[in-house]
C-alpha cells in the first residue's frame, strides 16, 4: 500500500506539469512554516550579563538577567554556531561590545538645532537636543552620533530597587553543627543590613578577602579613620577585629568569624577578580543602602581629582554593576578599559591584570552621557564589522530584554518587537480553511515545540486539509522532553497518517556540544531519539530520524559520529539519518552573512559513502529519502540544483508574521496573506509570482536542494525516485 500511495503522489504531481496552475497543486501541495521560536540574534560567550553575573554561555534556564525593567526570570537559552562579521559599538560611557548584525538594540536618536545670536554685535552659538522615543534597531542598521550630525544613542535603563531585606540569614554559611553552636555561644545568625553594614560590604568589595580565620581588609597604613571605622561596626556587630601585618605601607584588619569569611565571599565575589555587588545591596528599595555601599568601595578603591571622582577595579561584572548603581542614584557614571602588563606593588615587579576605571562628577557640567525618561543615553561614537567564527549565544527572559555593556538589547523573542506580529492561532486556523488543498505540511523552527499553541496549529491544518498525509517538524532536544512528548502525543493523536520527526545532531558528543554551544545537547538529543523509539510502539503514525547538516565545523565527521550513535543505540542504521548540506538564506535561516557551508567538493566522498550504506527499504518516507540523498551527491559534485524547481507549483514557505516566499532559500517575498484575508489565490496569480515561475522556466532559479523543496520535486517525476 505504501508503494501504491508513492507511485499515485507522483502520477498525479507529473500531471500538474501540463495544467493550467489556477491554484496551488491538491493531490501533492506542500507548505512550510516557520513557526518562529529560533535565536538569530546573538552575542560572544564571554558576555558578561548582570543579574546572575556570568558570561551568557554559563547561564541556565530558571535563573536571573537584568533588564529594562530590573530582574527579571531566564525562560530559555539559545546557542549556535556564528561564522560572519559581528557589529562592534562603541558609545560614550560604555564599554564596547560585538553583536550579530540582526540584533535589535534600544536606541533613541538625536535631532540637533543650532542657535546664533547677536550679543552686542558678537555672534554666540548654541545648539539644542531633541530625542525621539526608544525603539528597537537592529545592530548592522545604527548610526554614530558626532557633533556635526545626528545620529543614535544607546540607553541604559535607571534601575528602580524593589528588594526589602533588613536582615540576611547567616545560617547556610554554618558548617555541620555550626548553627548549634553559634546558638550556644550566642553568635548572631542573622546580618543586620543597615547603612553601617552597607558601607562595610563596600570596603570590603573593595580591600576585602576571606582568610581561614575570618574576614580580612587590606588598608594603607595612614588610613586610621577606616580602620577605626571596621573595628567599630565589627565589635557592633558583636565579632572581634584583630590587625595583621601586611608589607610595604599596608596593615590588615581581620573580622574573625569563619560565618562571616564565608557569607562575605558569597555576596561580594572571592578573588579580585570575582568581586561584585549583592543584588540586594544593587537593587534595594532603600537608596540609602546603595549610597553607603558605594561609599565604602570609594574608600578603598578611588579618589577625587578635582571635580571627578575616579575609582578602579579588575572585576568587569562589578565596574557593570557600579555603573548602573551610580545611575540608579542620578550620577552618570562611565567606563574605561585600561590594559596594563608589568609594574610596581611593594616594592615588587608584579604583573597586573586589565582594570575597568569608573568615573562620574556631581558637577552638571562635567557630563558623560544625558538622561531622558527611564534611561541614561549614550551616543554611539564608532561602529565596525569584525570577522567571527565560533558560538554565539542568547537568552529569553520575564520582560524580553537583558544587557550587553549595560545597553539594553532584545532577546530571543523578536518577533513581539515587529510592527505586525507573528501570525495569531486565529489567523493560522483562518489561513487553513480557506487554503483546505494541504498534503504536506511542515512545520519548522527554529524549535517548534516551545509554542504553546502548536497541537492547534497541527489541528488547524488537519481539520481543513481533509488529504492531509504527512506532517514533519525538528527538535534540537533542548527543551523539556516531557513537554516534547506530551505536545507530539496530541499531535499524533490528530489521525495525521505519517508525523515524522527530525531530531537534530551534528557531530558525536564533543562535536555537537560544541557546533550547538550547549553542553549535554548530545545526550538529550540521544535520550529524544530513544524516547521517539518507545513512542513508536504505541503510535503506528511516528516517523523520525536524526537531521545531520554537513558544514564546515563537522565535514569528515559523520562516520565517527555514527560509531558514537551505535554504541548507545546499537539497532541504528544509515537509513535513520537524513543529510543535508548547510545553506544561507536570508529569508529563514538568516544567516546570509554566515560562512558556514562546507566546500561541497570536499564532502562528495562522504556523502557517497553514506548512500552505499543506505538499505532498501519499503514506504514512502524512505524511498524519497533515499533518492534525496542520491540527488544531494550530484548536486554536491555540481553545484547546481539536480532537478527543475517546483517552487509555487507543489510547494511555497510561508514565515510566521504571514510573508510567502517561493521557499526557504528564495528570498523574493511574493505577498503576505493577511493582505488577502488569508488566501492564497491572489498571490498565486500576482506579478511576483509570475515572474518567479518565468525566472524557474528560464533555469533563472536559487541553486538549492534542500529537503522542503526537494520532496516535492522528488514525488513529481517517479522515475528520478528509482535512479
Given at each position: 500500500m505504501a508503494t501504491e500511495r508513492l507511485i499515485g503522489l507522483a502520477n498525479t504531481a507529473i500531471k500538474s506539469n501540463f495544467v493550467k496552475l489556477d491554484k496551488?497543486?491538491?493531490l501533492n501541495f506542500c507548505i512550510t512554516y516557520w513557526c518562529q521560536s529560533r535565536c538569530l540574534t546573538c552575542v560572544k560567550p564571554d558576555e558578561i550579563v548582570l543579574g546572575d553575573n556570568a558570561p551568557i554561555s554559563d547561564l541556565k534556564i530558571g535563573g536571573y538577567a537584568i533588564g529594562s525593567t530590573g530582574l527579571n526570570e531566564i525562560k530559555q537559552t539559545f546557542s549556535r554556531m556564528y561564522s560572519g562579521e559581528m557589529i562592534r559599538i562603541k558609545a560614550t560611557g560604555l564599554l564596547p561590545f560585538e553583536i550579530t548584525p540582526e540584533h535589535p538594540i534600544l536606541v533613541t536618536s538625536s535631532k540637533t538645532t543650532r542657535h546664533r545670536q547677536l550679543l552686542d554685535g558678537v555672534a554666540k552659538y548654541s545648539r539644542t537636543y531633541e530625542f525621539g522615543e526608544p525603539v528597537w534597531k537592529p545592530a548592522k542598521d545604527l548610526l554614530t552620533k558626532d557633533s556635526f550630525k545626528d545620529g543614535d544613542y544607546l540607553c541604559t535603563p535607571v534601575l528602580k530597587g524593589d528588594i526589602k531585606v533588613k536582615t540576611l540569614s547567616l545560617k547556610r554559611f554554618n558548617k555541620?553543627?555550626?548553627?548549634?553552636?553559634?546558638?550556644?555561644?550566642?553568635?548572631?545568625?542573622?546580618?543586620?543590613l543597615n547603612e553601617e553594614t552597607a558601607w562595610l560590604l563596600g570596603i570590603y568589595t573593595a580591600e576585602g578577602c576571606p582568610a581561614s580565620n575570618g574576614a580580612r581588609f587590606t588598608l594603607n597604613i595612614k588610613e586610621t579613620t577606616l580602620h577605626k571605622k571596621i573595628i567599630r561596626i565589627g565589635k557592633k556587630l558583636g565579632y572581634s577585629v584583630s590587625y595583621y601585618k601586611q608589607r610595604g605601607k599596608c596593615i590588615g584588619l581581620c573580622l574573625s568569624s569563619h560565618v562571616i569569611s564565608r557569607a562575605f565571599s558569597d555576596w561580594c565575589g572571592k578573588g579580585a577578580m570575582n568581586k561584585k555587588m549583592p543584588d540586594f545591596i544593587l537593587l534595594n528599595k532603600n537608596p540609602s543602602i546603595l549610597k553607603e555601599f558605594l561609599k565604602g568601595w570609594e574608600d578603598g578603591d578611588g579618589y577625587w581629582k578635582d571635580e571627578v571622582f575616579i575609582g578602579s577595579t579588575i572585576s568587569k561584572t562589578l565596574a557593570l554593576q557600579l555603573q548602573l548603581a551610580y545611575t540608579s542614584l542620578g550620577l552618570h557614571a562611565k567606563i574605561s578599559h585600561v590594559r596594563k602588563e608589568k609594574g610596581k606593588f611593594n616594592g615588587r615587579i608584579v604583573n597586573f591584570h586589565d582594570a575597568y576605571v569608573i568615573a562620574y562628577s556631581k558637577d552638571p557640567k562635567i557630563r558623560y552621557s544625558r538622561r531622558v525618561g527611564d534611561y541614561i543615553l549614550h551616543p554611539i561614537r564608532a561602529i565596525e564589522k569584525v570577522p567571527y567564527e565560533g558560538i554565539v549565544h542568547n537568552i529569553e527572559t520575564g520582560d524580553n530584554t537583558y544587557l550587553v555593556s549595560n545597553a539594553v538589547v532584545h532577546n530571543c523573542n523578536i518577533w513581539q518587537i515587529k510592527p505586525k506580529g507573528e501570525l495569531t492561532i486565529d489567523e493560522v486556523r483562518e489561513f487553513a480553511k480557506k487554503n483546505t488543498y494541504f498534503k504536506w505540511v511542515e512545520l519548522t523552527g527554529g524549535e517548534p515545540f516551545l509554542r504553546?499553541?502548536?497541537?492547534e496549529i497541527a489541528k488547524a491544518f488537519k481539520e481543513n486539509s481533509k488529504e492531509l498525509y504527512i506532517l514533519t517538524m525538528p527538535t534540537n532536544s533542548l527543551c523539556n522532553q516531557d513537554m516534547v512528548e506530551r505536545k507530539l502525543r496530541e499531535i499524533l493523536a490528530l489521525g495525521i497518517p505519517r508525523i515524522a520527526i527530525t531530531v537534530s545532531l551534528d557531530g558525536y558528543r564533543e562535536l555537537h556540544d560544541k557546533i550547538r554551544g550547549t553542553p549535554g545537547n548530545y545526550d538529550r538529543a540521544i535520550a529524544m531519539f530513544k524516547r521517539l523509539k518507545e513512542m513508536k510502539k504505541e503510535y503506528s503514525n511516528l516517523f523520525f530520524v536524526f537531521g545531520y547538516t554537513l558544514s564546515k565545523f563537522n565535514k569528515?565527521?559523520?562516520?565517527?559520529?555514527?560509531?558514537?550513535?551505535?554504541?548507545?543505540?546499537?539497532?541504528?542504521?544509515?537509513?535513520?539519518?537524513?543529510?543535508?548540506?548547510?545553506?544561507?538564506s536570508t529569508n529563514y535561516y538568516g544567516n546570509g552573512s554566515d560562512d558556514i557551508k562546507a566546500n561541497n567538493a570536499e564532502v562528495v566522498g562522504e556523502l557517497e559513502s553514506i548512500l552505499k550504506h543506505r538499505e532498501f527499504q519499503l514506504g514512502i518516507i524512505p524511498i524519497i529519502e533515499t533518492a534525496f540523498t542520491r540527488k544531494l551527491v550530484e548536486y554536491a559534485k555540481t553545484g547546481t540544483s539536480p532537478m527543475k524547481s517546483r517552487s509555487l507549483e507543489a510547494s511555497l514557505f510561508m514565515d510566521s508574521y504571514g510573508n510567502v516566499y517561493p521557499s526557504i532559500m528564495w528570498d523574493t517575498k511574493i505577498g503576505n496573506i493577511r493582505d488577502t484575508s488569508y488566501d492564497l489565490l491572489p498571490l498565486w496569480h500576482n506579478d511576483q509570482a509570475k515572474s518567479v515561475r518565468e525566472a524557474?522556466?528560464?533555469?533563472?532559479?536559487?541553486?538549492?536542494?534542500?529537503s522542503c523543496?526537494?520532496?516535492?520535486?522528488?514525488t513529481g517525476n517517479i522515475i528520478s525516485l528509482l535512479i
Open positions: 496551488p497543486y491538491k555541620g553543627r555550626g548553627v548549634a553552636i553559634s546558638k550556644a555561644k550566642g553568635v548572631p545568625l542573622e546580618f543586620p504553546g499553541d502548536i497541537v569528515g565527521e559523520f562516520e565517527k559520529t555514527y560509531e558514537a550513535v551505535k554504541s548507545e543505540i546499537p539497532d541504528i542504521r544509515y537509513n535513520d539519518f537524513h543529510i543535508n548540506l548547510a545553506q544561507v524557474i522556466k528560464e533555469g533563472r532559479e536559487p541553486n538549492q536542494w534542500t523543496e526537494a520532496y516535492q520535486m522528488l
